[in-house]
């Protein structure tokens, strides 16, 4: 039914017509917003491609590392969902606005299932205002120096909320180059207790608009000391020091996860899904 050979990703023309859809939802589309934003169209620096069905001004969809569906009508992901199966699976995972990632599983599963884990309610969240609680002033940025403390941590985060260990298959040489790389961004804040991390968290994405806070983790036999809440806090001051409005997503089961991020003051601003698939 779909021409998919001759298929290409987008190119330098269509960048304004991409710019234009990304900032347009700006918390929800954080994640691509920032690769185009510093990297722009060309697929091989962008880590990706971006794909549209007919016109990118109505029809988006990053795949890389993540499947990303940003933006079209349901023939759209039908397109979508079509081009992924076409070819070699690249991504680990779907993620994004729910009533599009899931309507694309529906058509990918048969092809790509069982998923490992599909999480179809997970509260995409904004801060737009101050803080409602006190920061931690002891959340600091993580330097090079710190790295060795700090991926242990990590570590147990990444297992905790993916289910897969990140040091699988080479020995953690490219997830410690990924932290490495966040830490000398200047993205990466934790709490010590002499050499030992107690909350940690990231902005993994950046866009001139939004930061997304993502792995935020306290450790397990200090948890219900208040580190989450205000180092979450400290975090989200961070980002909104720099312009940017701080956003996160978060599981719905997660309710303890949950109180915090309202106590702060977050608000639901929409509905992410993710699939998780081997």
């Known amino acids: ?3 998919l ?12 017509a991409v710019d234009r859809v990304l900032t347009s939802d700006p918390v929800a589309m954080c994640m691509v917003a920032a690769r185009f934003e510093t990297h722009g169209i060309n697929p091989r620096l962008l880590g990706g491609e971006l794909w549209t069905a007919h016109n990118p001004a109505s029809s988006l969809c990053f795949s890389g590392a993540n499947l990303i569906p940003l933006t079209g009508s349901p023939e759209d992901l039908d397109y979508f969902s079509d081009r992924a199966i076409a070819g070699p699976r690249a991504c680990s995972s779907i993620v994004g606005r729910a009533e599009l990632v899931l309507q694309m599983w529906e058509q990918i599963e048969p092809v790509w299932g069982p998923a490992r884990e599909v999480r179809p309610i997970q509260p995409l969240l904004a801060l737009t205002s101050c803080s409602a609680v006190p920061i931690d002033p002891l959340v600091r940025l993580v330097t090079l120096d710190d790295l060795d403390a ?13 289910g897969v260990d990140p040091t699988a298959g ?17 993205r990466v804040f934790a709490r010590f207790d002499g050499p030992d991390v107690v909350f940690k968290a990231e902005i993994g994405s950046l866009s001139r608009r939004v930061g997304q ?20 806090a400290a975090v989200a001051e961070a980002v909104a020091a720099h312009g940017r409005i701080p956003s996160l997503y978060v599981n719905s089961f997660n309710v303890t996860a949950r109180a915090v991020y309202d106590r702060i003051g977050f608000t639901e601003v929409g509905t ?7």
Do not use: C, H, N
């Open 150 to 162: 700090y991926m242990p941590a990590a570590i147990d985060m990444f297992i905790g909320e993916v």
């Open 1 to 3: 039914m779909l021409k």
């Open 170 to 186: 080479d020995g953690g040489r490219s997830y410690r180059r990924r932290l490495a790389s966040l830490i000398t961004a200047q």
């Open 213 to 232: 806070i993502q792995g935020v983790w306290v450790a397990p036999d200090r948890r219900g000391e208040g580190f989450g809440l205000g180092g979450t």
């Open 272 to 278: 992410f899904a993710t699939v998780l698939v081997d």
């Open 5 to 16: 050979l001759g298929d290409k990703p987008l190119g330098a023309r269509d960048a304004a």
